[in-house]
């Protein structure tokens, strides 16, 4: 088992600079999610840290030593790819030993590891079947035992579960924290799925233009993200523009392009008075009514029912979108009305985030 450390690290690819300092500490054991928007950087920063692209400035240390040099294959990390990349012309137990046979293990030991590895995965019984007649699901679990057979100090996934439908994903996503518990291996799964991110990782690092923006623990970048940009990107978001018009001991007087007036008791960005509000839609209280005492009033556009919840969609007077996320008994309980009817809604002060515009 080993950390992982990266320093700096800049790659260029024909002139344009695609990883533009990439600084990242992963723990020994520990899961870190890495998520981003597609052409961000990801499976670039996963090919760094197995040795496949040689960066051009900038270190990655495993475990403590500098690895400018070392192949692929003498860094001991099991890299699972985007797209699963097996050979199709070998059996699954063929796929699965091709590792061990690439560092001329014994065979009695390559043997004994594979079907360990495709145990591990609940795979024993498909070693002699060929990739094709798998299910997409298998086949991802064959490459994962593919990547743990080599028994790696760090393992890499890349999108491990795109390719999956949703509910055989939120299946593997809990047996591969599982696995990755029991393990204690280091790992880095690449992901745009934010929720997949926030479920699976001990600490989540978020990616934008090739570097990382923010990484922390999933509820602290989910409840309180240092940018607008890592707000928007991790979940729903409601986003509003205002300026500050009076600052007091414990906050200030905020004017919303709204045309809301809002007392604020929350340090506000020092510096500009043009600032962003940003709030959750499950945060958004709706009020009985849009005259009812401190309610904003918005203009009911659309209610979409999502089963566990109904997505309540308003316009503000400025035109803005807003969104409301409620319990369909509450929906109902408070009878907003028609579309076009204006309605109220709350915004909770220890939900709002504040960052400078
Ligand atoms: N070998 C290469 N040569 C030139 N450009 C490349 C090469 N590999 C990647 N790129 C470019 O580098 C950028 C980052 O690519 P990368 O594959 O790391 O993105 P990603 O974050 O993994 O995206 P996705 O979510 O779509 O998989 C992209 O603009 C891509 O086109
Ligand atoms: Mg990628």
Same mark, same amino acid.
């Given at each position: 088992m080993a950390g992982l450390e990266l320093q700096n690290v800049r790659v260029w690819f024909g002139g344009q600079e695609i990883l533009k300092?990439?600084?990242?500490?992963?723990?020994?054991? #520990?899961?870190?999610?890495?998520?981003?928007?597609?052409?961000?950087?990801? $499976?670039?920063?996963?090919?760094?840290?197995a040795g496949f692209t040689q960066? +051009? &400035?900038?270190?990655?240390? /495993? =475990? @403590?030593?500098?690895?400018?040099?070392?192949?692929?294959? %003498?860094? !001991?990390v099991g890299l699972v790819f985007q797209d699963y990349a097996l050979f199709?012309?070998?059996?699954? =137990?063929? !796929?699965? *030993?091709? @590792?061990? &046979?690439?560092?001329?293990?014994?065979k009695p030991e390559i043997t004994k590891r594979v079907a360990d590895a495709l145990a591990m995965v609940q795979l024993g019984h498909v070693g002699e079947r060929f990739p094709a007649n798998l299910s997409g699901g298998q086949r991802q679990r064959v490459a994962l035992a593919r990547a743990l057979v080599i028994q790696p100090d760090i393992l890499l996934l890349d999108e491990p579960l795109g390719a999956l439908d949703r509910k055989l994903r939120d299946q593997m996503q809990v047996e591969l %924290?599982?696995?990755?518990?029991?393990?204690? /291996?280091? $790992?880095?799964?690449?992901?745009?799925?934010?929720? #997949?991110?926030?479920?699976?990782?001990?600490?989540?690092?978020?990616?934008f233009n090739g570097s990382i923006r923010e990484i922390g623990a999933p509820a602290q970048l989910y409840e309180t993200p240092g940018s607008r940009e890592v707000m928007e990107f991790l979940g729903s978001s409601n986003i509003l523009p205002g300026r500050v018009t009076a600052r007091d001991g414990r906050g200030g007087q905020v004017e919303l392009?709204?045309?809301?007036?809002?007392?604020l008791p929350l340090p506000l960005p020092a510096g500009s008075d043009a600032i962003i509000l940003g709030i959750r839609p499950e945060h958004v209280e709706l009020a009985p009514h849009s005259q009812a005492d401190g309610a904003l009033a918005a203009e009911l556009v659309e209610c979409v029912y999502k089963g566990s919840l109904v997505e309540v969609h308003t316009r503000l007077s400025d035109g803005g979108a807003f969104q409301i996320n409620a319990s369909a008994a509450q929906v109902a309980q408070l009878q907003l009305g028609q579309r076009? =009817?204006?309605?109220? /809604?709350?915004?909770? *002060? +220890?939900? /709002? +985030?504040?960052?400078?515009a």
């Open positions: 300092g990439v600084d990242l500490s992963v723990a020994e054991g #520990e899961c870190l999610a890495l998520l981003g928007p597609s052409g961000c950087g990801k $499976t670039t920063t996963l090919r760094v840290i960066p +051009q &400035q900038g270190s990655v240390q /495993i =475990a @403590g030593q500098a690895m400018h040099g070392t192949p692929p294959y %003498k860094r !001991n199709p012309h070998m059996t699954i =137990a063929e !796929n699965v *030993a091709y @590792g061990l &046979q690439m560092r001329r293990l014994p %924290k599982q696995l990755q518990r029991r393990l204690g /291996i280091t $790992t880095i799964i690449v992901t745009h799925d934010q929720e #997949e991110a926030l479920s699976l990782a001990d600490r989540v690092a978020v990616m392009a709204a045309g809301i007036r809002l007392h076009g =009817a204006m309605i109220g /809604i709350r915004l909770p *002060a +220890q939900h /709002i +985030q504040v960052f400078a």
